[in-house]
């Protein structure tokens, strides 16, 4: 399974549309833990084009501290699962707290 998570300045992001990166942090469920990570450019902020393009990439969870309703929608056509409201701003321990269902969330912080 693929996660990815929108970076920025080395943090998870607080609007998911304009990250520089994503945490592309890839995990075998059955032993709860990661087996790979890469970071990627992001190909930037165009309607519609980040859900096609991770879904490309065989992301199947996004990790988000902020992100507009329709892109919420984009990534449900996708299949992929979106968690909004990360409090956690390291990358890889946000991934692995979601993975031990202890990753701590707040409101959308996006209002859009």
Request: aromatic content about 6%.
């Amino acid at each position: 399974m693929r996660y990815a998570i929108p970076v920025s300045s080395g943090v998870v992001a607080t609007h998911f549309g304009h990250c520089e990166h994503f945490a592309l942090i890839d995990i075998d469920e059955g032993k709860k833990r990661i087996v790979g990570k890469k970071l990627i450019p992001s190909p930037g902020h165009e309607p519609g084009l980040l859900p096609q393009w991770l879904a490309e990439e065989g992301v199947s969870v996004v990790i988000a501290s902020g992100m507009g309703t329709r892109a919420q929608s984009l990534f449900r056509q996708n299949r992929i699962r979106v968690i909004i409201g990360a409090l956690e701003g390291d990358p890889e321990k946000a991934a692995q707290s979601y993975l031990n269902g202890t990753l701590p969330t707040g409101d959308n912080i996006c209002d859009h």
